[in-house]
């Protein structure tokens, strides 16, 4: 199975779903849960973070860790 990157490296403009529910933004990894369709990660300090799907198009995502 080939991913997003693989298929289209440059031109991926939605935020992903399965398989690839992972996306670093500013630096930190955020997984999507399902149930409430939102990102959740953590924060600088370790804590629980969670953002909704236009919140992280507005902060910018990629599939690769970039910081």
Known sequence: ??????????EV???????????WSRGHAYV????RARWVGRDDRGRPHA????EMQRRGWSLTQTA
């Open 51 to 54: 953002i909704s799907g236009a």
């Open 1 to 10: 199975m080939r991913t997003a990157m693989e298929t289209q490296p440059h």
């Open 13 to 23: 403009e939605e935020l992903p779903t399965t398989p690839c529910s992972v996306v």
């Open 32 to 35: 999507l849960e399902g149930l």
